[in-house]
């Protein structure tokens, strides 16, 4: 057992690096990734350790760092490629949805993409237009394309060094505004799977679903509620697509309610689908409606604003109210 105390970001470095150790087949692409480390330094210093053949500073050019990486992968490599902001995500979605999600069916299973794309995503950080969008919606629409976010340093850890095993394309949304949070990581750990919730906290009388930026909200939610004699339980989905829908069934058919959180704008959300399914699935267990908390369908805001965009602890807690008054 190997534990250490890691922020996220330290956390995703040291899965990047075990990586490129592990498997020679496995490079690193995008904008300012090596001599500057990435702007949230999460490849700091691999480049000068593995060097510049295999990790490599791109143009900027985001549907050429994609349809490079399609290149790569078809010619028996793994590449992870960073998206330098989620917002600079768009001129590579014509590469990712017409031929790195479609390749697979394609070629009827001949022709696998083992491309792992990370993107910074969510707001919190103070920053310019571009810089805080939540496009994760976009991608699970998508068949073939594999959508995860993880909200703690030992998911950050161990998720994308199964991203990067996966012989199938994997969107890598990282919180930004979490890059800082602590956490512990055994890196000998035998991992969960990949696409499985877990409970970040258990609780009788209702369920708060989340992932990425909005888990250490909700666990916040589920804390102060907890003063006011109100037992929380909160799911850390932890991938959007696919959905672990079993896990949260059952936590929902054991506590009667569902609340979905997530940042990204409730307008054709996440928790929309999550709420048409648990429905579908659990109705004649609910005590109430399922409920959503997001963003607004609104263009995200300026920085000074961008704290009465983002949901926090009194929406969550509201939602939880409402649905409780039921």
């Known amino acids: 057992m190997v534990t250490k105390s890691l922020p996220v970001a330290k956390a995703l470095n040291e899965a990047l690096r075990a990586a490129l150790e592990a498997d020679p087949k496995v490079l690193l692409m995008g904008e300012d990734i090596g001599k500057l480390g990435g702007v949230f330094r999460v490849t700091d210093g691999l480049q000068k350790d593995f060097g510049e053949s295999r990790v490599m500073d791109s143009p900027l050019a985001e549907s050429g760092i994609v349809g490079t990486a399609i290149g790569l992968a078809l010619s028996g490599y793994r590449p992870v490629v960073e998206i330098q902001f989620d917002g600079f995500v768009f001129p590579a979605y014509d590469q990712i949805v017409t031929q790195l999600a479609k390749m697979h069916a394609r070629s009827q299973g001949k022709v696998r993409l083992p491309v792992v794309i990370r993107i ?20 699970a629409h998508v068949a073939g394309l594999r959508i995860v976010s993880p909200s703690t340093s030992a998911d950050a850890y161990w998720m994308l060094r199964q991203a990067i095993e996966s012989d199938d394309p994997v969107i890598f949304f990282e919180p930004k505004r979490r890059y800082w949070d602590k956490g512990e990581v055994d890196t000998e750990a035998l991992p969960g799977e990949l696409h499985k919730a877990r409970a970040a906290r258990a609780g009788t009388d ?28 909160v799911l850390d989905l932890r991938s959007m697509s696919p959905i672990d829908f079993d896990t949260i069934q059952t936590s929902v058919e054991k506590t009667g309610r569902l609340v979905v959180v997530h940042e990204a704008p409730v307008f054709y959300g996440s928790g929309a689908e999550i ?24 263009p995200y805001p300026p920085a000074r604003l961008e704290e009465e965009y983002l949901p926090g602890l009194d929406r969550v807690l509201d939602a939880v109210d409402r649905s409780l008054a039921y």
């Open 120 to 139: 910074p995503y969510g707001g919190g950080i103070g920053a310019v237009e571009h810089h805080s969008e939540s496009p994760e919606a976009l991608f």
């Open 206 to 233: 209702l369920t708060l679903a989340a992932y990425g930026p909005m888990v250490k909200v909700c666990l916040q939610a589920a804390a102060a509620a907890e003063e006011e004699g109100t037992s929380i339980e």
């Open 275 to 298: 709420a048409a399914r648990i429905t579908e699935r659990s109705f004649h267990h609910l005590e109430a409606p399922v409920l959503r908390v997001g963003g607004y369908h609104a």
